[in-house]
């Protein structure tokens, strides 16, 4: 048998025991969705968000991409928060980054890696940014680690920076963008304390929208 056989398998016993438990489940699913959260995440087939926590089908709406990256000029992303902010009016954005990431370990490291090299420049900026904080480390292991959490902060802050954010804050939305990482070596998530909930929080540089008051 194809390995590819196994994925219909699986399915089709996964759908079976949800519907001997609950003959309504997927009636009451497809009747729509109000997710709680949306998790901004990194394609690493590691870190599946309705797994690590524990939650049910329903609960996040999700965009993920190499290294949890978000960029100004992606039209992906941004199509995906607009409609995560503006119609399902999720108050939580968490954008979840982890520990030992591929991507940000290729942005660290100088090496050709083609095409990849141009999404890759995003998190190159964080690490230009703060160089002095990781010369100061031991070994590239933890480097590549404040790397992948720097680059969890930054990317929160490209959130707030988006007029989508922005706009939500100035008519009244309640809307709270967090930062995480997540260890591949316990399963657990860490909160950077990056938390961002209003206008005021951001740098009145990227401000598109004047506070009221
Ligand atoms: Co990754």
Known sequence: ???????????????????????DYFKN????????????????????????TRSQL????????????????DFNCLTVLAYAIDVLKIEH?????HYGCGGVRAAYESADNGLIDNWLRNIKDVLHMHRSRFDVLPDDESRV??????????????VCHTTIAQNAWARGQSLSVHGLVY????????????SVTGLDQVSDVYRVIVPPG
């Open 1 to 23: 048998m194809k390995s590819y056989d196994q994925i219909f398998l699986a399915n089709r016993a996964w759908a079976q025991t949800i519907k001997n438990v609950d003959e």
């Open 29 to 52: 699913l497809s009747l729509g969705q109000a997710p709680k959260y949306f998790w901004i995440g990194c394609a690493d087939s590691r870190m599946a968000e309705t797994v690590i």
């Open 58 to 73: 329903g609960q996040f709406f999700v965009h993920r991409n190499v290294a949890n990256v978000v960029v100004h000029t």
């Open 93 to 97: 954005v968490i954008v979840v980054g």
């Open 145 to 158: 680690d404040l790397l992948c959490e720097l680059n969890v902060v930054s990317q929160v802050a490209n």
């Open 183 to 194: 260890s591949l070596h316990d399963g657990l998530l860490k909160d950077l304390q990056c």
